[in-house]
């Protein structure tokens, strides 16, 4: 398994952060006590939940366990959230700011799988669930890809295979190129999920991104990747990282 050690940290700082967080997680820092809190923060007349103080509770629990070596903000590190060099020339800016594109991931897609027995078994809904986003992970990206839609530029292609020594290019988890990526890929599996939602919505058919996440973009990305790169089955683009991001 990639990352091994790094893994095995973020489940100790997890530890770490169940436990100073007792208002939630009581004084043992049980993580099923999440559904408790959470069933406290619902509308009593109509069972409904928030996504928006669901989400403020997960981002509470787990942006402390992320490697401090990441993207800081006056001192305070915000988990999966990079500069990006484009945005900087869009705004005309030297301010981390105001040129941060955020992801955080492994949160939503965290989130995406508890908010799922919320509903399956306890009969509760949820509203705000809309502001999930997709996902911006190595097989939705390297789908797009793979069809062509995206492509590097020759330059940084080039630079990618020189790093890796193969044809496959290759960049560290937090260079322009993979931040770049994967802000273009929650770009498109927006535009991807409308279209679709549009035609379910004809139909009378309810139709979330979590869904055209798991049985669309994240399977169709992974069965393209198996059919273009048959030995390894990997992305498109490699990724040089520590196994905590991706």
């Not at 273009?228 to 990997?234: A, F, H, I």
Request: aromatic share 8%; net charge negative; glycine share 8%.
């Amino acid at each position: 398994m990639i990352g091994v050690g790094p893994r095995a940290k973020l489940l100790s700082r997890l530890g770490d952060s169940l436990l100073q967080h007792s208002d939630i997680f009581g004084p043992e820092g049980r993580p099923g006590n999440l559904i408790d809190y959470v069933i406290t923060t619902a509308d009593p007349n109509s069972k409904e939940l928030d996504y928006r103080v669901f989400w403020s509770t997960l981002q509470k629990l787990l942006i402390p366990i992320w490697p401090k070596d990441r993207t800081q903000i006056e001192g305070t590190p915000i988990g999966d959230a990079w500069p990006l060099r484009v945005l900087e020339k869009q705004n005309g800016s030297q301010d981390i700011k105001k040129n941060i594109q955020p992801f955080h991931k492994l949160t939503q897609w965290l989130a995406y799988s508890l908010m799922v027995p919320f509903v399956i078994i306890l009969s509760y809904s949820w509203k705000n669930a809309h502001l999930g986003t997709g996902l911006p992970e190595y097989r939705n990206g390297g789908l797009f890809i793979d069809l062509g839609v995206l492509s590097l530029k020759p330059e940084a292609l080039e630079r990618g295979q020189k790093a890796s020594g193969q044809k496959l290019p290759m960049f560290k988890d937090c260079s322009d190129e993979i931040v770049e990526w994967r802000a273009l890929t929650v770009a498109l599996l927006d535009e991807v999920y409308n279209i679709i939602e549009r035609q379910m919505a004809e139909q009378e058919v309810e139709f979330s991104m979590a869904q055209m996440l798991e049985a669309g973009s994240w399977k169709a990305g992974r069965e393209l990747a198996a059919e273009k790169r048959t030995e390894t089955k990997s992305s498109p683009i490699l990724i040089d990282g520590d196994g905590t991001l991706f």
